[in-house]
C-alpha cells in the first residue's frame, strides 16, 4: 500500500474521506452483528457482510493518500472502534465461546477439561441455566440436547474438549478475571482486547519494516469484528502471538520461535508458519530446538493433571469436517475438481511440502511473514476450511506483508461458513474465485515488477584505443 503524493488540501481531504467510510464501516457492523439471521436468513446476513466487506475496500483504498504521520492514529482509532461493534450482541453465528466458558469453569473447580465431556453427569454440580437451559428454551436451533427436558448452547457436549493447553490456560484466565453475570461478554471483551493488541503489535512491526497503513488490513476488516470480538473466538490470542512471534524472528529466533511454540498451543493452525519463520535459514534444528521444546512444556502440566488424552476431540473433528475422508464433505474443494478424491490428501501434502521447501529455501529471512503468508494462504485454498474465523490468521499475514489479494481467503471462508447449508457449490465457488485473486495480483505486481526495471541498454561506445 503506497501514498501517491498529495498537497495539504488534498491529504486533509482524504483523512476526512477516510473517516467518513470508518464512520459508514462501523454503522454497517452494528446492523451486521445485530441482526440474528444465520439460521433464519443466511443469504441476508451474508449481503449485510458483503457490504461491510465493500465499505473495508473503500476505507482501505481511501487510506492510501492519507499522510504517513496520520495514517497510525486513524489505523488505530478506527481498529478500536471496528472493535467495539463486536460488544453490541451476544454471539451471532458461533456458539465456542460457550465452550471457553464451561473450560474455564471445570478448571477453577480443579477438573481437567480433558476428562470429562460437558454432559457428563460427573459435573452436574457446576451447571447452571445459562449454559445449560431447560423447558421450552431447548427449542432453539443453536442448542444441543443433553437430557430429557435439559439442552446446552455448548456444541458437540458430549465430546471432550478440543482445545489445546494454552488455549485452555486463556479460558481459566478470563474465568479468573470475569466478575459474576459476566457470562458471554467476559470472551467478547477479552477479543476486543486482543484485537486491538494486535493492531499495536502489527504498527510497531510496519513502523521499521514496513508501510504501517497496511496495519489496517485488520483493524479495520469485519471478520476481525465479527469473529475475533462477537464470536470471540480464541484463534485471536494465536494471531496476536503469532505477530509478536513472526516480529521477532526477524532478529531474535530463539524468543519469536518460543512465541511461535506458545501461538501454536493455543490453536494448532500457527503450525503452517514455521516455514515462513525458517526462510533463508538452512539449519532447520535451530527452530525445531525451541518450537517443540516450548510446546512440550505447555502440555506437561495437563498431562500430568488429566487422565485422558490431552488431544481431546481433535481427530474425531477432523475425520467429522471431512479431512481425513474427503468424499464425506467439501474439502479439498477445488482439487476434487481436477483430482479423484482419494488423490486429495496426497495432492495437499505434496503440495504444502513443496511449497514449505520452497519458502525455507528462497524466502526472505528480513520479511518472514511474507513466507508465511505464501504457505498459510496456500494451505487454505488447497484444503477449502468451511470455519470463516481460521483466516484471522491469513488476515494479519496480509497486513505484515501488504499484498492484499490474499484477502479473498478470508471472504471465501464467510461466503462458505454463511451460504454453505443452502448453496452446496459455495465452497468450490468461492476458494475458486480467491484462488483467482491470487493469481491476478501475482501477475500484476510481476508486471509491475516488470515495468519499473531498468531496461538494460547495449553500451556501444567504442573500447579505449578503438576507434570507429
Not at 469453569?105 to 477438573?111: L, S, Y
Not at 506437561?300 to 481433535?314: A, E, I, K, T
Not at 520452497?358 to 488447497?382: C, H, K, N, Q
Request: with cysteine; charged share 15%; aromatic share 8%.
Amino acid at each position: 500500500m503506497t501514498r501517491p503524493a498529495a498537497g495539504p488540501v488534498r491529504a486533509t481531504a482524504a483523512t476526512a474521506t477516510t473517516a467518513v467510510l470508518l464512520t459508514a464501516l462501523v454503522t454497517a457492523l452494528v446492523l451486521t452483528v445485530r441482526e440474528d439471521g444465520y439460521f433464519t436468513d443466511p443469504v441476508g446476513l451474508f449481503g449485510l457482510n458483503a457490504a461491510c466487506w465493500a465499505l473495508f475496500a473503500a476505507a482501505v483504498w481511501s487510506l492510501r493518500r492519507v499522510p504517513t504521520r496520520h495514517a497510525a492514529a486513524l489505523v488505530l482509532a478506527g481498529g478500536v472502534a471496528v472493535a467495539l461493534t463486536g460488544l453490541v450482541a451476544p454471539p451471532r453465528t458461533s456458539t465456542d465461546s460457550y465452550r471457553y466458558a464451561w473450560d474455564g469453569r471445570v478448571q477453577a473447580a480443579g477438573i481437567s477439561p480433558y476428562d470429562h465431556a460437558p454432559a457428563d453427569p460427573a459435573l452436574l454440580p457446576y451447571r447452571d441455566t445459562w449454559l445449560f437451559p431447560t423447558g421450552r428454551a431447548c427449542g432453539k436451533p443453536d442448542l444441543a440436547a443433553v437430557s430429557e427436558g435439559v439442552c446446552t448452547r455448548i456444541n458437540r457436549p458430549r465430546v471432550h474438549t478440543i482445545y489445546p493447553p494454552a488455549g485452555e490456560l486463556y479460558f481459566l484466565l478470563v474465568h479468573a478475571l470475569s466478575p459474576d453475570g459476566a457470562r458471554h461478554k467476559a470472551f467478547q471483551a477479552g477479543g476486543a482486547v486482543i484485537a486491538v493488541a494486535t493492531t499495536l503489535a502489527l504498527l510497531r512491526v510496519l513502523r521499521r519494516r514496513g508501510d504501517p497503513r497496511t496495519a489496517a488490513y485488520w483493524a479495520w476488516c469485519p471478520a476481525v469484528a465479527v469473529e475475533a470480538v462477537n464470536n470471540a473466538h480464541a484463534d485471536a490470542l494465536a494471531v496476536l502471538l503469532s505477530v509478536a512471534a513472526l516480529g521477532l524472528t526477524v532478529r531474535h529466533r530463539v524468543r519469536g520461535g518460543a512465541l511461535l511454540g506458545l501461538a501454536t498451543a493455543v490453536k494448532l493452525l500457527p503450525a503452517v508458519l514455521l516455514p515462513g519463520a525458517l526462510s533463508g535459514v538452512r539449519r532447520v534444528r535451530d527452530a525445531a530446538a525451541v518450537l517443540l521444546p516450548a510446546a512440550a512444556v505447555l502440555y506437561l502440566p495437563y498431562v500430568l493433571l488429566s487422565h485422558s488424552s490431552v488431544l481431546g476431540y481433535l481427530a474425531g473433528y477432523a475425520d467429522e469436517e471431512g479431512y481425513q475422508d474427503p468424499s464425506a464433505g467439501t474439502r479439498y474443494a477445488l482439487l476434487r475438481l481436477l483430482l479423484p478424491d482419494s488423490w486429495a490428501v496426497p495432492a495437499v501434502v505434496a503440495g504444502m511440502l513443496a511449497v514449505s521447501a520452497y519458502v525455507i529455501r528462497r524466502g526472505d529471512p528480513e520479511r518472514p511473514w511474507s513466507g508465511a503468508l505464501l504457505v498459510t494462504g496456500t494451505a487454505f485454498l488447497l484444503t477449502t476450511p468451511g470455519y470463516s474465523w481460521y483466516a484471522l490468521l491469513v488476515i494479519a499475514l496480509v497486513a505484515l506483508d501488504g499484498r492484499w489479494e490474499w484477502l479473498g481467503v478470508a471472504v471465501a471462508g464467510a461466503a462458505v461458513y454463511l451460504t454453505g447449508r443452502v448453496a452446496p457449490y459455495a465452497c468450490a465457488v468461492a476458494y475458486g474465485a480467491a484462488a483467482l485473486a491470487v493469481l491476478g495480483g501475482w501477475a500484476a505486481r510481476r508486471h509491475a515488477a516488470a515495468r519499473d526495471r531498468p531496461h538494460l541498454v547495449p553500451d556501444l561506445s567504442p573500447a579505449p584505443g578503438e576507434h570507429r
